[in-house]
């Protein structure tokens, strides 16, 4: 039933809610709305011109081709719109959500935009939007090149194929770029504190990120050597080469996965210990193990019957 059938008045008001109405084709007029929620609607195909709108959301509106220019929308969610093929320029938008938008090939150049969530988009670029702070452009099969922008926080671009660098930017705290299997470079972000970069088989090296506290490098089998950082507190590495005792990096990687773990040093004076790293080393860094840290009760059971005479 078409939720405007029941109102006798919808000519004044500041939000309308017509969300998964099987019968409304129209979006009316109406003077003085701000929000407007339409997802779900399979007959709309317009929006029409609300100059007061600040908040729209049309998602899974696969019949709408367009979005019309709204000079004080601040916030759009148009994930799904199979149909939707551009995104025009609103100059006041700081939220856009255009997920699994299939037709849309291009994100415009919008200075006031701080989140951008584009997954699964057919985009070839993220330009520099100056006041991005979230970006996650996960599944995108086209993307080849993100811009440097100096106020973004975090950067989701996991499962991007054509990805083979992340450039520098300059505040960057939370970088997810999971199974990027051609990224060949990350650039020395100083503020990092979290990086998965699990299966991205092509990187060789991880710089050495001053502030890194958490390490995913899981299946990087090209990566020998792990970043020297005296911040890191955990690292989630199975299935890598990087602890190898062919490996030239050997001793030094053995010291530094050891001092990852705080409880670990009362032990680390024992001179079998290093004996015991292949046996320790799958039930401390096996990714269900967290670490180590959630096990330690078990661990130190394991040590108190090998390592006591």
Not at 81 to 96: D, M, N
Not at 279 to 293: C, E, S, V
């Amino acid at each position: 039933m078409c939720k405007l059938c029941g109102k006798r008045n919808v000519h004044n008001q500041s939000s309308l809610d017509c969300s998964k109405c099987s019968k409304i084709t129209k979006i009316p007029l109406i003077k003085g709305l701000e929000k407007l929620y339409c997802h779900d609607c399979k007959l709309i195909n317009i929006i029409p011109v609300i100059n007061n709108l600040r908040i729209l959301h049309c998602y899974g509106c696969k019949s709408i081709i367009e979005i019309p220019t709204l000079n004080q929308l601040e916030l759009l969610d148009c994930s799904y719109c199979s149909s939707l093929v551009k995104i025009p320029l609103l100059e006041k938008l700081q939220i856009l959500t255009c997920i699994e938008c299939i037709s849309i090939r291009d994100i415009p150049l919008i200075k006031n935009l701080r989140k951008l969530h584009c997954h699964y988009c057919l985009i070839t670029n993220i330009p520099e939007l100056p006041g991005l702070e979230e970006l996650e452009c996960s599944g995108c099969p086209n993307l080849k090149d993100i811009s440097s922008m100096n106020n973004l926080l975090v950067l989701e671009c996991d499962n991007c194929p054509c990805i083979t660098k992340i450039p520098l930017f300059e505040n960057l705290q939370y970088l997810n770029c999971n199974n990027c299997q051609h990224l060949i470079d990350i650039e020395q972000n100083k503020e990092l504190f979290y990086l998965n970069c699990n299966r991205c088989v092509s990187l060789k090296t991880i710089p050495n990120f001053e502030k890194l506290e958490q390490l995913g490098c899981c299946n990087c089998r090209l990566l020998t050597f792990i970043p020297n950082s005296d911040s890191l507190e955990k690292i989630v590495s199975a299935g890598c080469i990087w602890l190898n005792i062919n490996n030239q990096h050997y001793d030094m990687n053995i010291k530094k996965l050891i001092r990852l773990q705080k409880w670990f040093k009362q032990v680390i004076v024992s001179f079998r210990l290093k004996r015991l790293i292949k046996q320790l080393i799958p039930l401390y860094y096996h990714p269900d193990a967290k670490g180590g840290y959630f096990h330690k009760m078990n661990m130190m059971k394991f040590f108190n019957k090998i390592l006591i005479p």
